[in-house]
């Protein structure tokens, strides 16, 4: 995102790397909640740039301190109405109240996903060396279990026996993790 020179929000550069800080961080979580809330990918695409220039225009009433990507999701939806509003042409089968509940659905699943993500990175951290490198092998680099299998020597049992005891202990550790985090539709 271009920066003007003479915006007037913006009197420093502190202002506008912390700006640009935020915008980076969320940006994509912000893609995936528009996407939700529209059903077609250029009509989401329009939105965020349009969301994009309101949260730049207006980043001088963002708090410091607060939650950004709650506020930028609030410019977000209103701007996913104003689209709705503004396209005549296009029919959308919820109405704005139902809008409304799905948009709130689909900030408690971010977020979820989120501290997820999160979770599995830390529970990922912690286990042993070999485990690690074995799940990323399997996983991150997408070799089957039995090109790991062969490719470390071990019979192909032994490596999917790893694979779920790894999985396991992940999934204890993410669940151990979440539950101290609010869960979609919890009470926290």
Known sequence: MV??????HFPDSDRAEEFMALFTAHH???????????????????????TNLVLWRRFDEFRPGTDFY??????AFLQVLK???????ESFALDDD????LASRAMEHTSYLDAAREALQ????????????????RYMAGDSGKKVASELGRPQNSVYKSL???RQGLLLCIQRSLSRTVLPGGNG
């Not at 709650?70 to 410019?75: F, G, I, L, M, S």
């Not at 139902?98 to 509940?101: D, S």
Request: aromatic residues 6%.
């Open 28 to 50: 994509r979580r912000l893609f995936r909640y528009i996407l939700a809330l529209l059903p077609r990918l250029h009509a989401a695409e329009d939105v965020l740039q349009e």
């Open 98 to 101: 139902i809008l409304e509940t």
């Open 83 to 89: 689209y709705r509003k503004g396209s005549r042409r």
């Open 122 to 137: 830390t529970c990922l951290s912690k286990l042993r060396t070999e485990d690690r490198e074995l799940i990323l092998r």
């Open 70 to 75: 709650a506020w930028a999701a609030r410019v």
């Open 164 to 166: 779920g005891r790894i």
């Open 3 to 8: 920066m003007p020179k003479d915006n007037p």
